[in-house]
């Protein structure tokens, strides 16, 4: 967003000439000129960031930075952005990434063109079903950035350990990859509900395919996203970091007898029809046998939770993260609580826990200003260390303070 703003910039010897108050006024001008072309709410810059802004206009010198490779807080955090950007030796850049580091960011994108006939499509959005009393929604069954990673992610839960695992030459599928998980859920949802209500009349009807053959204007249009060119480019690699990862449980919760369980997140995929400009355009997706019987098998309901369809609007992949925990932990008391420690454990980012602290804290700060789908977000003091509070947003619920442990899961907290 911040790369097609353009501000009217004072000269720098112009802006030397002015007095202190000019200067903060001026800064706190732009800021909000800023904010207004980026639909952020208007925010009065503090006394120390309106410091920083004066020190790096006027100068714009890495030797006032005085940061480290690796900074762990906020203002370092925040000088270090400007010094990666000093680097491209162009004001403009500078300071629009100035003002970026020191103002809250959307947490939501803007929907794409024509969205509003989502509804046409899909009726629901369904999260992953249960498998051997292990929910994925529990962890991040995927890396949380946009960049290729390599390697497993591995996580040791009390009654498990789930090991996430890429393929050498794709990688793990990303946060965002995972869209495409949850349309294939969607849709095996969908054609289960209607065997099941045509059963129940009696009508001879198939059980739903193993396979399912979607367009990719149809998963594009579900996963809220435009239909540019590139978007159905990145549409083939991300089948391939999907087809690549898999699964591995290892239930602990048997005595002596350790159940493994391997499995991907999808089967197979086969592209069976390309447009005249060589993206794809159909595509078959093999269902594995896991999700299928979770889903069609499954006796009653399928154990599968609805997710907003605003998830998908939901800009940084630690966000998502969040939302997903809080819809499977806060339950029906609407509340849950976690620790900083095990919500970086249960991310499987790979930051360092102080990185990844200040992440979380620069996100729910965000949330202030932009509302979070279905949950308000805070973070309160623990014994040890802070704690991320999620709690259901409804018109009707009980005034329940955020602090509280009423309800709560029994999660380390500090």
């Not at 839960?157 to 859920?185: E, N, P, Q, R």
Request: with cysteine.
């Amino acid at each position: 967003m911040s790369d097609s703003v353009r501000l009217d910039l004072m000269p720098l010897d112009a802006f030397g000439a002015l007095g202190l108050h000019e200067k903060n006024a001026y800064l706190q001008e732009l800021a909000d000129t800023f904010c207004a072309k980026t639909g952020r709410e208007p925010l009065p810059l503090s006394k120390d960031a309106l410091s920083r802004l004066r020190r790096f206009y006027s100068r714009r010198s890495l030797a006032d930075l005085k940061v480290g490779p690796e900074p762990t807080d906020a203002i370092d955090i925040a000088l270090k952005a400007l010094g990666d950007a000093v680097k491209l030796n162009e004001r403009h850049p500078d300071i629009v990434g100035a003002l970026v580091s020191e103002l809250p960011a959307p947490v939501l994108r803007d929907a794409p063109e024509g969205d509003s006939q989502l509804s046409f499509f899909v009726p629901s959005i369904y999260d992953a079903p249960l498998k051997d009393d292990v929910n994925l929604m529990d962890v991040a069954p995927f890396s949380l950035g946009k960049a290729k990673r390599g390697g497993e992610i591995r996580y040791e839960l009390k009654d498990c350990i789930i090991t996430i695992d890429g393929s050498a030459s794709a990688g793990l599928a990303t946060v965002f990859d995972y869209d495409i998980f949850l349309h294939m859920v969607t849709s095996l949802a969908e054609e289960a509900r209607r065997y099941r209500l045509e059963q129940e009349k009696g009508l001879r009807t198939e059980i739903p395919a193993r396979v399912y053959r979607p367009s990719s204007s149809h998963i594009l249009k579900f996963c809220r996203r435009s239909s540019g060119g590139k978007q159905y480019k990145d549409l083939e690699a991300a089948l391939d970091r999907l087809q690549g990862t898999r699964i591995k449980i290892v239930n602990l919760t048997s005595g002596n007898r350790r159940e493994v369980v391997a499995m991907p997140l999808i089967q197979t995929f086969k592209v069976i029809s390309k447009t005249t400009t060589g993206n794809i355009d159909q595509v078959e997706i093999g269902i594995p046998d896991w999700v299928y019987n979770g889903v069609v098998r499954e006796k009653g309901n399928p154990q599968i939770l609805t997710l907003n369809p605003e998830y998908f609007l939901i800009t940084q992949g630690i966000g998502r993260f969040i939302y997903r925990l809080a819809r499977r932990a806060a339950g029906k008391s609407g509340i849950a609580r976690y620790g900083l420690k095990e919500l970086h454990k249960r991310s499987g980012s790979t930051q360092g826990l102080p990185q990844f602290a200040f992440q979380v804290r620069q996100f729910v700060s965000s949330t202030r200003m932009f509302p979070f789908p279905d949950y308000d977000l805070e973070l309160v003091p623990g014994k040890r260390e802070e704690v991320l509070v999620m709690r259901e947003r409804k018109p009707d619920a009980a005034d329940v303070p955020l602090g509280s442990g009423a309800g709560t899961p029994e999660l380390p907290l500090a």
